[in-house]
């Protein structure tokens, strides 16, 4: 596909993708992609391309003689970082930020305390230089720059684990994090009792304590639940 068809099928799934994902065509809607094509003004072939990227999430099912189904929400690949941000777009945004806060609660901790017997001396530096980096961007309405080093941050926890598993759910906690960010689902200024408690963390990590590493960011992962009880009831 050329770059301009590309730039194309991307449009398309940033409109039909999050339209989807907020209910405006509910389980079992039959669309059609020729009249899709059209509501577009895509080429066909452009159109396809957005349907297999959706059916690849398991938004929707392709059939001839059918057309495209939308699928049950039951069955959507809730783990894709795409289909997360449209999620958090709609207006089913706190029920899902905190089914995905949940889960980060329940592996988090866990990835820590791994992080604190594997992390490598390079990983180390690069957990207390992002957790530095928070230190200095918590104050003055600088979330945006905050975020790049909460992102970093955890993703280095779950990478240092050693656990493939958890690594690859990188991805997941920056749409996360980036959601919270994005949506104003967060204070102006991070809670300062959180800032630290990452500072914390990566100082259990460097010193190989894995018992106080996973205590510390289970700590986090309650705060973060307790701020969407205010931000996000």
Excluded at 96 to 108: D, G, I
Aim: glycine content about 6%; hydrophobic content about 45%.
């Amino acid at each position: 596909m050329t770059t301009q068809g590309r730039g194309l099928h991307a449009r398309v799934l940033e409109s039909l993708g999050p339209a989807i994902a907020a209910g405006e065509y509910p389980p079992g809607s039959v669309l059609r992609t020729d009249e899709l094509a059209q509501q577009f003004e895509v080429s066909r072939s452009v159109m396809r391309e957005a349907v297999r990227v959706l059916e690849s999430m398991h938004l929707v099912a392709s059939r001839r003689r059918v057309g495209v189904t939308v699928r049950p929400a039951a069955e959507w690949n809730v783990y894709d970082p795409q289909v997360i941000r449209w999620r958090l777009a709609g207006a089913d945004r706190a029920r899902q930020l905190r089914s995905l806060t949940v889960l980060r609660s329940a592996v988090e901790p866990v990835a820590a305390g791994l992080a604190a017997r594997h992390a490598t001396p390079e990983q180390c530096a690069a957990l207390t230089e992002c957790a530095l980096g928070m230190v200095a961007t918590s104050r003055g309405q600088q979330l945006e720059k905050y975020l790049v080093h909460d992102i970093d941050f955890h993703r280095i926890v779950l990478n240092a684990s050693g656990n493939e598993m958890f690594a690859h759910l990188g991805d997941l906690v920056a749409e996360v994090l980036a959601g919270r960010t994005h949506h104003q689902v967060m204070f102006e200024d991070p809670d300062p009792a959180a800032v630290t408690l990452h500072v914390r963390v990566a100082e259990a990590v460097r010193e190989k304590d894995a018992e106080r590493a996973e205590a510390l960011t289970r700590e986090i992962a309650v705060g973060a639940l307790q701020e969407l009880d205010i931000l996000a009831p």
